[in-house]
C-alpha cells in the first residue's frame, strides 16, 4: 500500500473540518451567512474554567471548543491579531513584533505610533476583510488590528480609530446596530476587539484574584453580546466566533537581564521589539561578537537572520534585522532601564503553554458540543473563509469546499 503523508497543514484542515455542521448542505442556495468575531486581549486558555466564566462556559459547550488555540511566535498582540486576519505567520505578513523597523522604507512602526499603525504599506498579506470586500462582501472592525489602515487599498466598510478606553458597552451596541443596518449595507463580517485581560494579567499575573474579577466581568460582558445578538433579525444565520491572541506567563524581578550590559553598545545601531522577543541591527563587523556573547549567555535565545529554530518560523524577513533574542519562559530581557515592574508577560515560545489562548465557535456552521485538540492560530483566516462562503484559489480549501468556491 502506498501511504499519502499529508502535510501538516492538510492534517489541520482535515482537524478543522470536523468543526462544521452539515458541510454538504453548506452548498446549497441558502443566503451567505454572518459572522462575528470577538477577540479577547491575553485570555488564557485556562481562565474559563479556573475562573468560573460561566457564559463563556456554555457558550463553549454548546457549540465547539478547541482545547487551545496556538499563537504564532512572537506571542504579541500586534503579530498574532494580524495572522488571525491574514492566516500567515508574522515572518510571511510582516507585522514581526509589536515595534520594528523596516530597512527598506527606513521608517519605524510602534503601536502608539498613529500614522504608521495606519500605514497600509507597513501591512502584508489580505486580511479576511479585503478578502470579503474584493468579493463585494461587506466587513466591519471594532478595532481589529490592520483595520485602520488601507491594505492594498481595501479597507472594511466599517472601521474605528483605536481609542482604548473607549467603553465596552458601546462597542457592543455599534455591533448591534451594524448587524440592524438594512441588508444592502449589512457586514456579514464584524471583527470586535476588547483590549482585557491583557492589562490586569501584565500587572498581576495570570493567577490573581484581580485577573480572575476583569475575566468575569468580561464573561458578564460576553453574556450581554449574546443576548443582544439573539435578539436581531440575523440571529438564526449568525456564526460567533470567541478568541483570543496568546496567554500570560509570570516573570519575575530576580530574572532579568539588560541587554545593553551583556553586549557593547557601540555593536548595536538599534534594539526593536520589547520584552521578551528583541530584533538587533549590528553594526557592521560585529554580528559575530554579538552572537558570540548572547550564545553564552545563560537564559536567553538568539539566532542570525535565517537561521532561527523551524518550529518558531520566524527566521526570515528584513524586519527581523540581524540577531533576534528570546528570553527563556518566566526571563525577561530589556533594553535600557525597564520601564515599569509587571507580575507576567507573553511573547514567549508558543510550545510553552501559558502562551496558549482559547477557541470556541457557535452558530448554524458549527457543529454542537464538539471539542477539539488545540490548533494553530494561523487556520483562524480558514475558518471565516469557510464559514463566510468565499472563494479561494487554495487548493486543500477548495478540495474541502468541493471545488464550488474556486476562483
Ligand atoms: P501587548 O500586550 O504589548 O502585546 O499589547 C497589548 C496592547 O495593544 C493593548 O493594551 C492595547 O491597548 C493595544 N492595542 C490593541 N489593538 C490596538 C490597536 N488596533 N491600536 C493601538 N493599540 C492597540
Ligand atoms: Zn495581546
Ligand atoms: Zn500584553
Same mark, same amino acid.
Given at each position: 500500500?502506498?501511504? #499519502? ?7 489541520? +484542515?482535515? @482537524? ?5 455542521? #452539515? ?26 474554567? /479556573?475562573?468560573?466564566?460561566?457564559? =463563556? ?27 488571525? &486576519? ?29 500614522? &504608521? ?10 486580511? =479576511? ?12 472592525? #471594532? ?28 462597542? !457592543? ?28 494579567? *501584565?500587572? *498581576? ?10 475575566? /468575569? ?22 456564526? !460567533?466566533?470567541?478568541?483570543?491572541? *496568546? ?11 539588560? @541587554? ?41 535565545? %538568539? ?13 526570515? *524577513? ?29 511573547? #514567549?515560545?508558543? %510550545? ?5 489562548? +482559547?477557541?470556541? %465557535?457557535?452558530?448554524? %456552521? ?23 462562503? @468565499? ?17
Amino acid at each position: 500500500m502506498v501511504a #499519502f503523508p499529508l502535510s501538516h497543514r492538510t492534517a489541520a +484542515i482535515l @482537524l478543522l473540518s470536523s468543526l462544521f455542521a #452539515f458541510p454538504g448542505l453548506r452548498l446549497g442556495a441558502q443566503s451567505r451567512p454572518y459572522v462575528l468575531v470577538v477577540s479577547m486581549d491575553a485570555f488564557r486558555w485556562d481562565y474559563p474554567e /479556573r475562573y468560573g466564566a460561566t457564559n =463563556i462556559l456554555r457558550f463553549g459547550q454548546e457549540g465547539v471548543r478547541a482545547h487551545a488555540l496556538r499563537p504564532c511566535f512572537p506571542s504579541k498582540t500586534f503579530p498574532n491579531h494580524y495572522t488571525l &486576519a491574514t492566516g500567515l505567520v508574522p515572518a510571511r505578513h510582516g507585522i514581526v513584533n509589536n515595534s520594528f523597523h523596516d530597512p527598506l522604507s527606513g521608517r519605524d512602526y510602534r503601536i502608539s505610533d498613529r500614522a &504608521a499603525v495606519m500605514d497600509g504599506t507597513f501591512y502584508g498579506g489580505e486580511p =479576511i476583510w479585503a478578502t470579503a470586500e474584493n468579493q463585494g462582501v461587506r466587513s466591519a472592525c #471594532f478595532y481589529w488590528v490592520g483595520s485602520e489602515a488601507a491594505i492594498n487599498g481595501v479597507s472594511p466598510t466599517y472601521w474605528k480609530k483605536y481609542q482604548h478606553d473607549f467603553p465596552y458597552d458601546q462597542r !457592543i451596541d455599534t455591533v448591534v446596530h451594524w448587524f440592524s443596518l438594512p441588508s444592502a449595507r449589512r457586514p456579514h463580517l464584524v471583527m470586535l476587539y476588547f483590549d482585557q485581560p491583557d492589562g490586569v494579567g *501584565h500587572d *498581576h499575573g495570570p493567577e490573581h484574584p484581580e485577573t480572575g474579577q476583569v475575566v /468575569r466581568q468580561l464573561d458578564s460582558l460576553f453574556g450581554r453580546l449574546l443576548e443582544a445578538m439573539q435578539g436581531l433579525a440575523v440571529a438564526d444565520s449568525l456564526n !460567533i466566533i470567541l478568541l483570543s491572541d *496568546h496567554g500570560m506567563g509570570p516573570i519575575h524581578p530576580d530574572q532579568s537581564l539588560r @541587554l545593553d550590559s551583556i553586549l557593547d553598545t557601540t555593536w548595536v545601531v538599534r534594539a526593536k521589539g520589547g520584552n521578551p522577543v528583541f530584533n538587533l541591527e549590528v553594526r557592521d563587523g560585529f554580528e559575530d561578537s554579538v552572537m558570540f556573547r548572547l550564545e553564552r549567555t545563560p537564559h536567553l535565545l %538568539a539566532w542570525r537572520q535565517g537561521e532561527g529554530p523551524d518550529h518558531l518560523r520566524y527566521s526570515e *524577513h528584513p524586519r527581523l534585522l540581524d540577531v533576534t533574542v528570546l528570553a527563556d519562559s518566566a526571563w525577561s530581557i530589556h533594553w535600557g532601564e525597564p520601564s515599569g515592574y509587571s507580575a507576567a508577560t507573553h511573547g #514567549f515560545d508558543p %510550545a510553552n503553554k501559558d502562551m496558549h489562548a +482559547i477557541f470556541m %465557535a457557535k452558530g448554524p %456552521a458549527f457543529r454542537q458540543g464538539l471539542i477539539i485538540p488545540s490548533f494553530e492560530n494561523v487556520y483562524v483566516y480558514d475558518i471565516m473563509l469557510y464559514v463566510l462562503r @468565499l472563494k479561494t484559489d487554495d487548493y486543500v480549501l477548495s478540495v474541502m469546499f468541493r471545488n464550488k468556491y474556486r476562483t
